[in-house]
C-alpha cells in the first residue's frame, strides 16, 4: 500500500465532497432546508465543465455527444459555478413555499430527473458510458509538482476558501437569520424579515459552490458517468453531516473525513480474490450504517464541533 | 386619532364565520383591551390585522395604509406588533440573539455578513437588545438558549423581540398566561409606560381582572362580531356580557 498516494487521494476527495457538505450544511444545518438533491449541483458543474472543455465530437468517433466547446479550463469552472447556480435557481423558485419533508421529496425528485435525463439522453454526455479521458486542467502549467498533489492541494484550498466564507456567514447576523428561520420561520416573518428571500438566496449562494467541487472532482476523476452522481453521493454527504452534526462547518469537515477515510481505507486493503473485494464492499456500507447509528446515539463529538456566534455572545 | 381601523371585516373557515363584519378603531396611544369567550374570534382577527389570513371581506387600515393584501412581513414592518397564544421564539439561539434577530442590521445581506462590515451597527444594537432584556426582566438570562426558559419567561421574551422593534401597534394574544403574578405586575407597568410614550396596544386576555385595571377601553367580541364596546367599568357593570361569558340565564331561554 502506498501511503502517500493513500494520503494524497484521502485529501482530495474529502475537500471536494468536504465543500459539498458544508454546502448542505448552510441549507440543512443552519437553514432548516432539507435537501435530498445536493448531488445535482454536484453533477452540473461536472457535466457542465466537460461540455464546456471538450473537443467537438469528431465523425469518426462512437461519440454522440453534441456539445463540445474545447473553451479553456477557468472557462469550464466559471460555467460550472452558472451551472449550479442556475440549478439551484429552477428547483429553488417553485420550491420556495414547500416546507420540510415536501422540500425533501421534491429535491431529491430534481435530482433524479437529472440523473435519469444523463442516463437518457445519448446526444448530452453519450448516456450511460459517459465521457472518459477527460483532459486534466492545466496540466503543462503544473508540471513542475506531481498532478495529484497539485489537485489536492487546489482542492484543499478552494474548501478553505469555502469554509472561510460559510463561517464569516455564519457567525454574522446572515446566520442568525438562517437559524431563526430554521427555529421558527413564522416567529421571523412576524419581526418584518420575508423568509422567502433568505430561503432563495441560500440555495442560489451555496449551490454554485457544490457545482465548482464537482468540475474538480472531474479533474480527479477524469471522466464522467451517470453512476458517478447517483444518489449515494447525496447520502454519503448526509451521513457525514449527521455524524459530525449539522449546524457545525467544523463538523461537517469532521464526518466527511471520517467518511471518506473509512471508504478509502476499506479501498486501499489488498483483497487476494474478487469475492473477498465484493464482501468487503457490502460490509463497508453496512459498518457505514452501524457507525451512522453509533454517532446518533451518542454522539461523540457533540462538544467539539459545538457552533458559538461570538458576536452575539461577547 | 384612529390608528387601526378594523372595517366589515369578515373570515370563515368552512361554515363557520369566525370574524363576522367586525369594526371597530383604536385610537392612537390607547390600551385597548379585547375580550369574549372561546371562539368569539379574537385570536383570528390577530391574524388577520397581521396578514396570516386574508379576509374575504372588509378592510385594515393602519395609518391611512390598507393592510389587507399585504405580506406579513411587510405587515410587520409597517409597524404591527405581534405576540400569539403560544410563545414564539428561536428555541436554539440565546436570548439575546433572539432579540438581535428580530430587529434589521444590514449583515442580513450576503456581501456585508462574509466582509464583516457590520460590526459597530452590531455592538449598538446588542446593547440595545440588553436594554430589552432589562426590560422584561430577562437581564440574566440573556446568554441562555430560548428553549431553556419558563412558559412565562418565554412570553416575555416574545413581548420584548416585538418592542425591540418599535412597532406603532402591539397585539399581545394573552400575555399573562403562565406568568408569575410578580411578572403580571411588572408587565402591566410595563406596558402602562409603553403607553404613556406613544405605543397603542391592544390586548386578549381571559385574565380579566388583570385586563379591567390596566386598559381603558374594552372591545367585547361574541361570535366574531363586536357585541359592545366601552371604559372598564361599563363593561364590567353590563349585562349583556355577563350572559355572553356565563351563558344566559334560565328564565331568559
Known sequence: ???????????????????????????????????????????????????????????????????????????????????????????????????????????????????????????????????????????????????????????????????????????????????????????????????????????LFTAPFAALAGAIYVAYTTLVIPDLFTAEVTFVVWIALVLGGEGSNRGALLGITLVVLFEELIRAIPFDTIRAAQIAASLEVAALGVLLIVFLRWQPFASLTKSTRKVARS | MTLLEISDVSKSFGGLKAVNRCAFGVEQGSLMGLIGPNGAGKSTLFNLISGLYEPESGSIRLDDEELVGRRPADIASLGV???????????????????????????????????????????????????????????????????????????????????????????LDEPTAGVTPTLQTHLAETLKGLRDRGLTIIVVEHNLAFLLNLVEHVVVMVHGSVLTQGDPDAIRSDPEVVNAYLGRRGSDA
Open chain 1, 1 to 203: 500500500m502506498n501511503w502517500v498516494q493513500l494520503a494524497i487521494t484521502v485529501v482530495t476527495v474529502v475537500s471536494i465532497l468536504g465543500v459539498v457538505t458544508l454546502v448542505l450544511n448552510m441549507q440543512y444545518g443552519h437553514a432548516g432546508l432539507i435537501n435530498f438533491g445536493v448531488v445535482a449541483y454536484f453533477a452540473a458543474g461536472a457535466y457542465t465543465y466537460v461540455l464546456l472543455t471538450q473537443s467537438p465530437p469528431s465523425e469518426t468517433s462512437l461519440d454522440q455527444y453534441v456539445i463540445g466547446l474545447n473553451l479553456p479550463p477557468w472557462v469550464g469552472f466559471i460555467g460550472a459555478a452558472l451551472a449550479g447556480l442556475v440549478f439551484a435557481a429552477i428547483t429553488g423558485w417553485p420550491t420556495l413555499r414547500l416546507r420540510g419533508e415536501y422540500l425533501a421529496l421534491t429535491t431529491f425528485a430534481f435530482a433524479e430527473v437529472f440523473h435519469s435525463f444523463t442516463i437518457n439522453e445519448q446526444r448530452f454526455a453519450n448516456g450511460t458510458r459517459g465521457l472518459v479521458g477527460v483532459p486534466r486542467p492545466y496540466r503543462e502549467e503544473l508540471s513542475f509538482l506531481d498532478y495529484d498533489l497539485a489537485l489536492a492541494l487546489a482542492a484543499l484550498l478552494f474548501l478553505i476558501i469555502v469554509y472561510i466564507i460559510f463561517e464569516r456567514m455564519v457567525r454574522s447576523p446572515y446566520g442568525r437569520a438562517l437559524e431563526a428561520m430554521r427555529d421558527d420561520e413564522l416567529a421571523l416573518i412576524t419581526t418584518g424579515k420575508r423568509s422567502s428571500r433568505f430561503r432563495l438566496e441560500v440555495f
Open chain 2, 81 to 171: 406588533g405581534r405576540t400569539f397564544q403560544t410563545p414564539r421564539s428561536f428555541p436554539t439561539l440565546s436570548c439575546l440573539e433572539n432579540l438581535l434577530a428580530s430587529v434589521p442590521s444590514s449583515g442580513e445581506q450576503l456581501v456585508p455578513s462574509i466582509f464583516g462590515t457590520y460590526r459597530a451597527e452590531e455592538r449598538t444594537a446588542v446593547k440595545n437588545a440588553r436594554e430589552h432584556l432589562k426590560q422584561v426582566g430577562l437581564e440574566a438570562r440573556a446568554d441562555d438558549r430560548a428553549d431553556e426558559l419558563s412558559g412565562g419567561e418565554l412570553r416575555m421574551l416574545e413581548v420584548a423581540r416585538q418592542l425591540i422593534r418599535r412597532p406603532k401597534i402591539l397585539l
